[in-house]
């Protein structure tokens, strides 16, 4: 198998393990779909990518980057996402919020979710036995459930996607984790690759076996409550410690001293991937006073050593409920950001007697990658069941968990309405099927047992159309202010200085912006714009009367050749 192909397919084998997250799915044909985008909804970042020219492009943000923070922030003013809501978030901490992928599908008594809570800025409250997320803008107390996070998340990789190819994006495939295993499975194959992603938040683990290019999950283990982020508290929570043994003070309610350690330790983590150590400096870090520490990898080591020897344990799980020898494993592919930490690698490579991990992905698109090909390639894949090469029924029935009775699982969706017709009546065996997905009639899966009631998902749609608006307005706010100040500069810099002269008489347009910049709406700015150009086109027209050069923005007179 060539090097890029394996790649590639590696890529579709890491979003492959992951499952769909849809409310809604529609099998139909491509022309009435358009391009379908892969996202990867992170913990802590998300990224975006398409199929395209035969190739997947990972797409970048406004501001460059193919990573985008898993980050929502609300100001007095507006909504930020992503890294705009990241760089504000030492001075906005209790309205930005992050990690929320944590608190989805949980309850607010669960210990994961109250050891969570601890460690955010921002205020989580029960409701009906659920966690929410509770910030205040403008002395309003407004509540967002993590789902309602999640989805302005996606809005901003939509965004993304929409820019780049210039048209409406109306179907993604969307991963999130997901652990399910054939607890009775004991077939053996060639060829078995284990892929290891540990990202911001969760971890997976997942057994395949390749025959003939085919591929077969065996079996799959994870902790959707384990990653960078553990990571990262494990160190705030030493450097707290050692901060209140130095000067007797506790700083842990200090949310703007823990902020500054929160992204310096972030950084400090990253270091650590290529040094050995890292100097951890933040000025007026409580009180006043200087912060200055020394991190090594060792004592990084150290602190989470429990937590990287804890993946093991599920990777041990996978090979037992596979039935496969780690001898078995051929390849180690590292999935995830996390997997760049040093000590992470070794302990694989151990546990597998030396061999080498698979490093060429990049870690951070790896999911986004695979959801691209995945989405050129089907919108949904349709589960058949034969008997002796006859199909005889679609899967009528999806469920959940690993009971043996289906009593006993939680009935996720129902297949309505999908029947074969045209065939004729003939011994069994005899009639040949032809099966050929996204180019069939359409079925609708339904939720039966969703976490959300359909009052909650309507309210939840009518606020996101509500801030869509709002976030509509304030860029054709800030659009108009910047043509103003766009048409004043220009204005003033092609006027000679007798014509800036008079001008500055007769305009205040700096002293109106200062004034005004905060508070004007998108009219206001188009409003004074057009007082500008009254103003200025007298003026204009009076310097270039006895010039060839016509005045600003205003077209040359035309003349035909002869």
Same mark, same amino acid.
């Given at each position: 198998?060539?090097?890029?192909?394996?790649?590639?397919?590696?890529?579709?084998?890491?979003?492959?393990?992951?499952?769909?997250?849809?409310?809604?799915?529609?099998?139909?044909?491509?022309?009435?779909?358009?391009?379908?985008?892969?996202?990867?909804?992170?913990?802590?970042?998300?990224?975006?990518?398409?199929?395209?020219?035969?190739?997947?492009?990972?797409?970048?943000?406004?501001?460059?980057?193919?990573?985008?923070?898993?980050?929502?922030?609300?100001?007095?003013?507006?909504?930020?996402?992503?890294?705009?809501?990241?760089?504000?978030?030492?001075?906005?901490?209790?309205?930005?919020?992050?990690?929320?992928?944590?608190?989805?599908?949980?309850?607010?008594?669960?210990?994961?979710?109250?050891?969570?809570?601890?460690?955010?800025?921002?205020?989580?409250?029960?409701?009906?036995?659920?966690?929410?997320?509770?910030?205040?803008?403008?002395?309003?107390?407004?509540?967002?459930?993590?789902?309602?996070?999640?989805?302005?998340?996606?809005?901003?990789?939509?965004?993304?996607?929409?820019?780049?190819?210039?048209?409406?994006?109306?179907?993604?495939?969307?991963?999130?984790?997901?652990?399910?295993?054939?607890?009775?499975?004991?077939?053996?194959?060639?060829?078995?690759?284990?892929?290891?992603?540990?990202?911001?938040?969760?971890?997976?683990?997942?057994?395949?076996?390749?025959?003939?290019?085919?591929?077969?999950?065996?079996?799959?283990?994870?902790?959707?409550?384990?990653?960078?982020?553990?990571?990262?508290?494990?160190?705030?929570?030493?450097?707290?410690?050692?901060?209140?043994?130095?000067?007797?003070?506790?700083?842990?309610?200090?949310?703007?001293?823990?902020?500054?350690?929160?992204?310096?330790?972030?950084?400090?983590?990253?270091?650590?991937?290529?040094?050995?150590?890292?100097?951890?400096?933040?000025?007026?870090?409580?009180?006043?006073?200087?912060?200055?520490?020394?991190?090594?990898?060792?004592?990084?080591?150290?602190?989470?050593?429990?937590?990287?020897?804890?993946?093991?344990?599920?990777?041990?799980?996978?090979?037992?409920?596979?039935?496969?020898?780690?001898?078995?494993?051929?390849?180690?592919?590292?999935?995830?950001?996390?997997?760049?930490?040093?000590?992470?690698?070794?302990?694989?490579?151990?546990?597998?007697?030396?061999?080498?991990?698979?490093?060429?992905?990049? !870690?951070?698109?790896?999911?986004?990658?695979?959801?691209?090909?995945?989405?050129?390639?089907?919108?949904?894949?349709?589960?058949?069941?034969?008997?002796?090469?006859?199909?005889?029924?679609?899967?009528?029935?999806?469920?959940?968990?690993?009971?043996?009775?289906?009593?006993?699982?939680?009935?996720?969706?129902?297949?309505?309405?999908?029947?074969?017709?045209?065939?004729?009546?003939?011994?069994?065996?005899?009639?040949?099927?032809?099966?050929?997905?996204?180019?069939?009639?359409?079925?609708?899966?339904?939720?039966?047992?969703?976490?959300?009631?359909?009052?909650?998902?309507?309210?939840?749609?009518?606020?996101?159309?509500?801030?869509?608006?709002?976030?509509?307005?304030?860029?054709?706010?800030?659009?108009?202010?910047?043509?103003?100040?766009?048409?004043?500069?220009?204005?003033?810099?092609?006027?000679?200085?007798?014509?800036?002269?008079?001008?500055?008489?007769?305009?205040?347009?700096?002293?109106?912006?200062?004034?005004?910049?905060?508070?004007?709406?998108?009219?206001?700015?188009?409003?004074?714009?057009?007082?500008?150009?009254?103003?200025?086109? !007298?003026?204009?027209?009076?310097?270039?009367?006895?010039?060839?050069?016509? !005045?600003?923005?205003?077209?040359? !007179?035309?003349?035909?050749?002869?």
């Amino acid at each position: 198998m060539k090097k890029a192909t394996f790649f590639k397919f590696i890529a579709l084998l890491c979003s492959l393990l992951i499952t769909i997250l849809i409310a809604k799915v529609i099998v139909i044909d491509e022309s009435d779909v358009g391009t379908v985008i892969g996202i990867d909804l992170g913990t802590t970042y998300s990224c975006v990518g398409v199929y395209v020219n035969g190739r997947v492009e990972i797409l970048t943000n406004d501001q460059g980057n193919r990573i985008t923070p898993s980050y929502v922030a609300f100001t007095d003013d507006e909504r930020l996402i992503g890294d705009a809501a990241k760089n504000q978030y030492s001075n906005n901490s209790k309205n930005t919020i992050f990690g929320f992928k944590r608190l989805i599908g949980r309850r607010f008594s669960d210990k994961e979710v109250q050891q969570d809570i601890k460690q955010f800025p921002f205020k989580v409250i029960d409701k009906d036995g659920k966690p929410v997320i509770q910030i205040t803008v403008k002395s309003e107390e407004r509540i967002f459930t993590p789902e309602e996070i999640s989805a302005m998340i996606l809005g901003k990789m939509k965004e993304i996607a929409k820019s780049y190819l210039g048209k409406k994006v109306t179907h993604a495939v969307v991963t999130v984790p997901a652990y399910f295993n054939d607890a009775q499975r004991q077939a053996t194959k060639d060829a078995g690759i284990l892929v290891y992603d540990l990202g911001g938040g969760t971890f997976d683990v997942s057994l395949l076996s390749i025959d003939d290019g085919v591929f077969e999950v065996l079996a799959t283990a994870g902790d959707t409550h384990l990653g960078g982020e553990d990571f990262d508290n494990r160190v705030i929570d030493y450097f707290v410690k050692l901060y209140k043994k130095k000067n007797k003070v506790d700083v842990s309610q200090d949310l703007k001293a823990m902020d500054k350690l929160k992204r310096e330790v972030e950084k400090a983590k990253r270091t650590l991937s290529s040094q050995m150590s890292t100097h951890i400096e933040i000025e007026s870090f409580h009180d006043g006073k200087y912060f200055s520490e020394i991190l090594t990898r060792a004592k990084f080591e150290e602190l989470n050593n429990d937590l990287f020897l804890k993946t093991l344990k599920f990777v041990e799980q996978v090979l037992k409920d596979a039935n496969v020898d780690k001898k078995d494993v051929h390849d180690i592919v590292l999935v995830g950001g996390s997997t760049r930490i040093p000590k992470v690698q070794q302990l694989l490579e151990e546990f597998f007697s030396g061999k080498k991990t698979f490093k060429d992905i990049n !870690p951070d698109e790896a999911v986004a990658y695979g959801a691209a090909i995945q989405g050129d390639i089907c919108l949904l894949t349709l589960g058949i069941e034969t008997t002796g090469g006859v199909m005889t029924k679609l899967i009528p029935l999806v469920y959940e968990e690993e009971r043996f009775m289906t009593k006993d699982n939680n009935l996720l969706g129902k297949f309505e309405n999908f029947e074969l017709t045209g065939i004729l009546p003939a011994p069994r065996g005899i009639p040949q099927i032809e099966v050929t997905y996204r180019k069939i009639e359409s079925i609708t899966i339904t939720n039966y047992k969703g976490r959300l009631s359909q009052e909650e998902i309507d309210r939840m749609v009518e606020e996101a159309e509500q801030y869509a608006e709002e976030d509509n307005i304030q860029k054709e706010r800030i659009e108009a202010k910047n043509q103003l100040e766009s048409f004043a500069y220009t204005i003033k810099n092609q006027t000679s200085d007798d014509g800036k002269l008079e001008l500055d008489k007769k305009i205040s347009n700096d002293d109106w912006l200062n004034d005004h910049s905060n508070s004007a709406i998108k009219d206001d700015f188009d409003e004074k714009r057009e007082e500008l150009q009254s103003i200025i086109n !007298p003026i204009t027209t009076k310097l270039y009367a006895d010039s060839h050069v016509p !005045p600003p923005h205003e077209e040359p !007179p035309r003349h035909e050749d002869l």
